[in-house]
Every structure is written in structure tokens, then in C-alpha cells.
């Protein structure tokens, strides 16, 4: 989604947004912030959901199906988030598969 207005961070886990940006809602709380990643700074954080056009109440979405998140002998935990990073911004993945494979490669390394 692409954001039609900004925000500065307030707090150490906000999400510096510009107009323009392109953001990935990971969650959206009935609060009216969510957390995501903008896909133009690779960062992450907490946003207010008005930054998004068009965002509404957040909705359910399916799960896709698993599949294993990449395994790569010997590349510590930073370094294969750089992989996936580089798979998003490559277009390689979406970002929800970017997501779901971050999140599983944290539980796998128990955090």
C-alpha cells in the first residue's frame, strides 16, 4: 500500500512514514495503528493505519501455506534476514511470504 500521508516517529518502535512510501501491513489493531515494514526504507515498526489510503478496519487474511524458510548452512540469523530482505526488494517474494518467513526463521532460533 502505498502511504498518502507521513509520520515521524514519536517513539523508539515507530515507523518513520513519507508520503509515498510503499508499506506492508504485517497487523492492524482496531486502535488504528499497525505494524509493518516500509518497503522503500527497509524498516519496520508501528504507523498509523490513516497513513495508508484506503486502510479500513483490519480484516482476516488465510494463511498461506507453509513452506520451509530458506536454510542456508553456517549464515548466522542477521544474515539470512539479509537474504530474505534481498528476496523482497528483488520481488522474489511478497511481503507476507517475506513475514511468514522472518517469523519462522526467529522460532526457530528460539526468539
Not at 504485517?26 to 486502510?55: H, K, Q, Y
Not at 480484516?59 to 553456517?74: L, N, W
Request: aromatic content about 8%; some cysteine.
Amino acid at each position: 500500500m502505498t502511504a498518502t500521508t507521513g509520520f515521524q516517529p514519536e517513539l523508539h518502535d515507530d515507523l518513520a512514514v513519507s508520503v509515498g512510501d510503499l508499506l506492508f501491513v504485517r497487523t492492524a489493531w482496531s486502535d488504528g495503528f499497525g505494524f509493518g515494514i516500509n518497503l522503500t526504507t527497509r524498516n519496520e515498526g508501528l504507523f498509523p493505519l490513516s497513513c495508508v489510503m484506503g486502510m479500513a478496519a483490519p480484516t482476516p487474511t488465510p494463511a498461506p501455506a507453509p513452506a520451509p524458510a530458506p536454510v542456508v548452512p553456517g549464515l548466522t540469523l542477521e544474515e539470512r534476514i539479509e537474504k530474505l530482505e534481498a528476496l523482497l526488494m528483488d520481488g522474489e517474494i511478497d511481503g507476507e511470504e517475506f513475514w511468514r518467513r522472518k517469523n519462522e526463521l526467529y522460532d526457530n532460533a528460539g526468539l
